[in-house]
């Protein structure tokens, strides 16, 4: 059953994901972004079975929520007509996707010769351990955690400034 | 077959040649930042088969981080791009080729 379903969501997390970047039908960014939401909805599945419940949880929340809207509500407010009349160069895209498959030719089969999993049994996990992430959050990571609070600050003041009319 | 660490692995591997293809190939700025988006989340894909499978949640708490990360560049990211695209009305990298505004 696992095994069917780790099939299933693997198969959908890299369907959506191609979809998104390359989809042979559409070249509409908004096409795009509804794909990339799909990508990241069935990659909180992968999460799931991974025994990551509250990663799950976040990822559709953060992701799917607010990410998305923010992309849709930039790509509303560009032209996005001007990118169907756009031509590819041939050239560029042959040359891109010789690059990105020798990437992945050099991934997989480092993948597979380290035999990277050999020594690694799974352990049943009892319930969530969404209390244990909880409790190293605020313990062993608090000094990164205050961290990325600040950073978000700065992230928010930063766009603000960005939005400005008049950019001085 | 039972599905190990490496099967992981490989969709996330995958996952970021997808990424690159997009960032790569695409010419359009928003659909170059939809590829940075995937590339890292094929990062988190791995890191939290690493968390399972050796049983420690330190991967997990990565990926949290990465993710707060993420949706602050993303936040960033796209001003840049509104307000580049105010000035120069438009978001394709072939128009974008000075340093200037």
Do not use: W
Request: aromatic letters at 10%; charged letters at 15%; hydrophobic letters at 60%.
């Amino acid at each position: 059953m696992e095994n069917a379903l780790f099939y299933i969501f693997a198969a959908l997390t890299l369907l959506f994901a191609f979809l998104c970047v390359a989809n042979p039908f559409s070249r509409n960014p908004v096409t795009s972004a509804m794909f990339l939401v799909l990508t990241m909805i069935s990659l909180a599945g992968l999460f799931v079975l991974l025994q990551a419940f509250f990663l799950a949880a976040v990822q559709i929340l953060v992701y799917a929520g607010a990410v998305m809207v923010l992309f849709l509500f930039v790509i509303m407010l560009l032209d996005i007509k001007e990118e169907e009349r756009r031509r590819f160069n041939r050239f560029a895209i042959a040359l891109g996707g010789v690059s990105v498959i020798g990437l992945g030719f050099i991934l997989f089969s480092t993948i597979r010769e380290s035999k990277v999993g050999a020594g690694l049994k799974l352990v049943a996990v009892k319930g969530s351990d969404t209390a244990a992430l909880g409790k190293a959050l605020f313990t062993q990571y608090l000094l990164p955690f205050e961290i990325v609070s600040v950073l978000l600050l700065v992230a928010m003041v930063g766009v603000i400034l960005l939005s400005k009319k008049d950019l001085k | 077959m039972n599905i190990g660490l490496e099967q992981y692995l490989i969709v996330s591997g995958l996952l970021f040649c997808f990424g690159l293809l997009g960032v790569v190939v695409r010419r359009n700025l928003l659909i170059m930042y939809m590829g940075l988006e995937l590339m890292l989340n094929a990062a988190n894909l791995a890191l939290v088969a690493f968390s399972r499978f050796n049983n420690n949640l330190d991967g997990q708490l990565m990926v949290f981080f990465i993710i707060t990360v993420a949706a602050a560049e993303v936040a960033v990211g796209l001003a840049l791009i509104v307000a580049l695209y105010r000035k120069r009305r438009s978001a394709h990298v072939e128009d974008l080729t000075t340093l200037k505004l």
